[in-house]
């Protein structure tokens, strides 16, 4: 077998040789005639020998055989494929996770109407920073203000490019050199990259930490209140929970000591909604509009997470604070572009329309359960004549993602599909490196394929590309 995939690695042509070759290749000869095109013809032809390499390697049943009828044919098709159509970096991907906010796909997709709006504000002169009216310059900011206090309630709003960004400006703000109280069960990590500890830190604010990991009371915090106390803040656990013996301080009761002490609470909300999951059956959690009724002085939530938008770090509370924040400077070091604010303002919008279910992340969140049956049952079927493989029909649970309700389980229906010969690894390395990448997971050396995240065309597509496979 070595010896076999070395003869067939020493048969492929070098890149040079390749190179001369296309020179006597009709369909080539307006890039090879274009001295502009070398170094692009050049790269390609590195990339798909190495992609040939790869595919050796892995012992694909390689029809490789014969150069001038098999190989040769196979890279003028993928070179040309490369240099007609370029390849971006950035690809589609076929999430069949089940994973709503998959955050290594982009987290929130945004709905149609809101990408065709992003799309013309993109290809137009748009009033970003005008006010029509007067003709004067306007603040690029009024397009979301106005939409996030009417959904929050809250007096005031503004938009910094992600709620890591937004608290960080927060504590720049209003805690630089001064000193913020915050729960030990509430000091998070999200993502590998925004811990809460070193946010503070980088704003320039000193933490003060209280309670246990599983208990925190008002009286802890109110121990701690000192002269150099600049807030009390609460944290969203977002991606963890600590469950039995535990007590937390609701935002209302912090408010309340604030008050006594004359010391705002603000709130980092992580993913923030709109929408009450407690009407789809999740375990309760105070909505945005709850939390700043709650007298939160300042709240911050991502754009891109249950709110279903682009990537944004949303503030939104009282008018005073919300202002002292305009006037740092940091706060055009993050300001956010144009494509984003018509994400978000698209995204408000449908809200402000009550239509929940033109927002993907909710319709998948809510998709009921006899649909994703449906939907498992036409893969299950249609991939059954396909000999390459086994398919089983199941029950299975899918995950919201993005750090938001962590524990629960959204019953689902998935496909599981393995090989008959060859391994279940590399039919997931097969399907996660087709023209459209499928990104699936494994569990118990079955593949899981979760029809809840998927979009019109990718069930064609997983079974197009598992017709590929050929072992
Ligand atoms: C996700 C999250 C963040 C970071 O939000 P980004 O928008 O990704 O910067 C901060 N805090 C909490 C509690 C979170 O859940």
Request: net charge neutral; glycine share 8%.
């Amino acid at each position: 077998m070595e010896q076999e995939i070395l003869r067939r690695l020493r048969a492929l042509p070098a890149v040079h040789e390749v190179l001369s070759r296309l020179e006597d290749e009709i369909e080539f000869s307006p890039f090879m005639a274009n001295e502009g095109w070398t170094p692009r013809v050049t790269l390609y032809v590195r990339q798909v020998l190495q992609s040939i390499r790869e595919d050796i390697n892995r012992n694909y049943a390689n029809p490789f055989e014969e150069f001038e009828a098999a190989l040769w044919p196979a890279i003028k098709k993928d070179l040309f494929k490369k240099l007609i159509k370029g390849e971006t970096s950035l690809r589609r991907v076929i999430n069949a996770t089940g994973v709503v906010l998959h955050t290594n796909c982009g987290r929130a997709l945004l709905a149609p109407e809101v990408a065709r709006f992003i799309s013309e504000q993109a290809e137009r002169y748009s009033n970003l920073e005008l006010n029509i009216q007067t003709g004067e310059r306007g603040s690029r900011y009024v397009h979301v203000e106005e939409l996030l206090c009417k959904l929050t309630g809250a007096e005031a709003a503004m938009v910094v490019n992600n709620n890591a960004a937004a608290v960080l400006l927060m504590m720049n703000t209003f805690a630089q050199g001064k000193e913020v109280i915050v729960s030990r069960g509430e000091l998070v990590e999200v993502g590998g990259s925004f811990r809460i500890p070193e946010v503070l830190k980088a704003g320039g604010a000193k933490l003060v930490e209280v309670g246990a990991t599983n208990k925190t009371w008002l009286k802890d915090y109110e121990a701690a209140i000192s002269s150099e106390t600049a807030m009390l803040l609460k944290v969203h656990t977002s991606n963890y929970r600590v469950e039995g013996f535990t007590h937390t301080v609701s935002g209302a009761e912090l408010v309340k000591l604030g008050e006594d002490k004359g010391l705002p609470v603000m709130e980092d909300l992580g993913s923030g909604s709109f929408f009450d999951g407690a009407n789809l059956g999740f375990p309760p959690e105070p909505t945005i509009k709850q939390t700043v009724k709650a007298g939160i002085s300042l709240v911050t939530f991502s754009g891109d997470k249950l709110l279903g938008g682009p990537q944004a770090g949303i503030i939104v509370g009282k008018k005073s604070f919300v202002q002292q924040l305009r006037t740092n400077q940091l706060t055009r070091a993050l300001r956010v572009d144009k494509l984003t604010l018509a994400a978000l303002e698209g995204t408000l919008r449908l809200y402000d329309k009550g239509e929940f279910n033109e927002i993907p992340v909710w319709r998948m969140l809510s998709a009921p359960l006899d649909k994703l049956y449906e939907a498992a049952f036409e893969l299950f079927t249609t991939l059954q004549p396909n000999q390459k493989i086994e398919v089983k029909l199941q029950e299975d649970v899918s995950q919201v993602g993005g750090g938001a309700w962590p524990t629960v389980e959204l019953p689902t229906w998935v496909c599981t599909i393995r090989p008959r010969q060859g391994s279940v690894i590399e039919l997931e390395k097969f399907l996660r490196l087709g023209s459209v990448a499928i990104l699936s997971r494994i569990h118990k050396n079955w593949i899981v394929i979760d029809v809840r995240t998927f979009l019109k065309g990718d069930r064609e597509e997983v079974v197009r590309r598992l017709a590929e496979w050929d072992q």
